[in-house]
């Protein structure tokens, strides 16, 4: 099935849960926020929110910095 993941076209098979995402582009263990259609997904549902084609997922990955 075809998601959106941060404006790129990709295929996922029919069971595929936001964490297959996730690990998918390496950022397992990274401090990120995922949004899902235009809405915020708490990180105790990665594992178990089952996509469908055309979602459109949004990620952004937290970087430290500052004085």
């Known amino acids: ?7 790129d076209n990709r ?5 595929a849960v936001v964490a ?3 690990a ?11 949004e899902l259609n235009k ?3 708490p990180f ?8 469908q084609t055309d979602d459109c997922i949004e990620i952004v990955q937290a970087i430290g910095g500052g004085q």
């Open 24 to 34: 998918d582009l390496a950022l397992s263990g990274k401090r990120i926020a995922i």
């Open 1 to 7: 099935m075809k998601i959106s993941v941060n404006g």
């Open 44 to 51: 105790n549902q990665y594992a178990t929110k089952k996509l």
């Open 39 to 41: 809405e915020i997904l």
């Open 20 to 22: 297959d995402i996730v």
């Open 11 to 15: 295929e996922y098979g029919e069971n």
